[in-house]
């Protein structure tokens, strides 16, 4: 039962934990300048004291907020050389997540009839969350910063190593495969910081 917990922690719960405390600050950012702006804290006239501009604004912060904590701690070992492409990939994520959660309150308001303030929050920011938050955690996970990709620093680092014994088979007359064998046998553990 510990190798199993033991895999389980390395594979998908330290993330998970790390993810959820990253998506409460983002909800905290998201939540705090919304109302900042709604509340005319930088002025009434302007566009976004608005709700639309208000939430344009919170969410956009809230996404880069949450893909520097994602990038850097959550996920650290697994970010991208390529960051404008890392971020553009999270954004898409984020903004399908929050489409997510949009059609959750859309189903329950429009369609089913619930049209309270109580069962928006239900549909909107209990169940369009839950569902959003698992969509984003495993999209993130598995292909915004998953471990195979070719631009990846845990990519590069075993690339390094699989060149590394190449080298050492030449330089050291190892028998044909042995070198790039020991690599294959000890690769950068991609979940391991």
Not at 77 to 83: A, G, L, P, T, V
Not at 122 to 150: C, E, K, M
Request: glycine share 10%; charged share 15%; with cysteine.
């Amino acid at each position: 039962m510990k190798k199993i917990w033991d895999y389980l922690w390395e594979r998908l719960v330290r993330y998970a934990l790390k993810f959820g405390v990253v998506g409460l600050a983002g909800y905290a950012i998201d939540v705090g300048v919304f109302n900042m702006l709604r509340l005319g804290t930088f002025g009434d006239d302007a566009w976004y004291a608005g709700p639309i501009g208000a939430k344009v604004i919170s969410v956009t912060l809230s996404t880069i907020a949450t893909w520097f904590g994602n990038r850097y701690w959550t996920f650290r070992e697994h970010r991208r050389k390529n960051f404008v492409l890392e971020l553009f990939e999270f954004s898409v994520i984020a903004v399908l997540g929050l489409g997510i959660s949009l059609g959750c309150l859309y189903i329950s308001h429009y369609l089913m009839g619930y049209n309270n303030l109580v069962a928006d929050n239900i549909s909107g920011n209990v169940i369009g969350l839950v569902l959003a938050t698992a969509f984003r955690f495993l999209l993130y996970r598995y292909w915004v910063f998953a471990p195979h990709r070719a631009d990846g620093f845990t990519a590069m680092q075993n690339a390094r190593l699989e060149a590394d014994a190449a080298a050492a088979m030449a330089a050291g007359g190892a028998a044909p495969g042995e070198a790039a064998d020991a690599a294959a046998l000890h690769p950068v553990d991609p979940v391991t910081p």
